[in-house]
């Protein structure tokens, strides 16, 4: 009976190490995921202190998306390791430090003094478009002819559907009314429009009808893969939602 109870004892000890491991294995994994992002961070401010140097859209864009990537898996395999009673609370603050940086980038990106390089290659002279997809048929059209490379299009286009793609997943995680898809789109579609006004009204940017259809493509995506029904019943299974 006292074999027993040690070889019970022993098995406890030898699940305690193995999950202590892949906390401690887990964790540093994450580490090396923010010490990524906080390795962006720095390049970008460095470039935005910096007002002799040249800002390259889509490589920002490209930095976004990797820094957003690694935020995550960060963030996933921190949670994982984290007691179920104390993962909403630690999800909260990370998406809120995530949240911010997103915003800055995206402010920087949308209101800075960037040039567009497609618009000047383009030689095209309009400060606004309001034509379904006449930029898009603009820069496949460069495509065709050459004038512009299949790189630099794919780069925009792709730009445009990754920019505000994490939008369809933060706005429903901190109000709990745009996780119904109609309530989504109407608010989506509403910052959208009015972001494209302001970039008018400021001379930041072009005002683009291309851009709200590119952009909400991305959000609807990433909405509807975080937050459908059996993803919701996941976040709360998981203890990172109420």
């Not at 706005?171 to 608010?187: G, M, T, V």
């Not at 709200?212 to 998981?238: E, Q």
């Amino acid at each position: 009976m006292l074999c027993g109870y040690n070889i019970r004892i022993e098995k406890e000890f030898v699940g305690d190490t193995k999950m202590t491991k892949r906390r401690i294995i887990c964790r540093a994994i994450a580490m090396l995921c923010f010490a990524f992002v906080l390795l962006i961070l720095v390049g970008a401010a460095s470039i935005f202190l910096d007002p002799k140097s040249h800002f390259d859209i889509p490589n920002l864009v490209r930095n976004l998306i990797l820094m957003f990537i690694a935020a995550m898996v960060g963030m996933v395999l921190w949670i994982s390791t984290t007691p179920k009673n104390l993962r909403e609370k630690q999800f909260y603050g990370m998406m809120t430090g995530v949240t911010t940086i997103y915003a800055i980038a995206l402010l920087a990106i949308l209101f800075g003094t960037f040039d567009m390089y497609y618009r000047r290659t383009l030689g095209a002279t309009w400060a606004y478009n309001l034509v379904p997809f006449r930029t898009i048929g603009e820069y496949l059209g460069a495509l065709k002819t050459g004038e512009l490379g299949g790189m630099i299009i794919i780069e925009n286009l792709l730009g445009n559907l990754v920019l505000f793609a994490p939008v369809g997943a933060i706005a429903p995680f901190y109000a709990r009314e745009l996780r119904k898809l109609p309530w989504f789109l109407l608010c989506l579609f509403a910052g959208l429009i009015l972001t494209e006004v302001l970039q008018r009204v400021t001379s930041r940017g072009c005002m683009d009808i291309d851009d709200v259809i590119l952009n909400s493509i991305g959000a609807i995506i990433v909405f509807l893969l975080v937050w459908n029904k059996r993803a919701v019943k996941l976040w709360k299974d998981i203890g990172i939602i109420s």
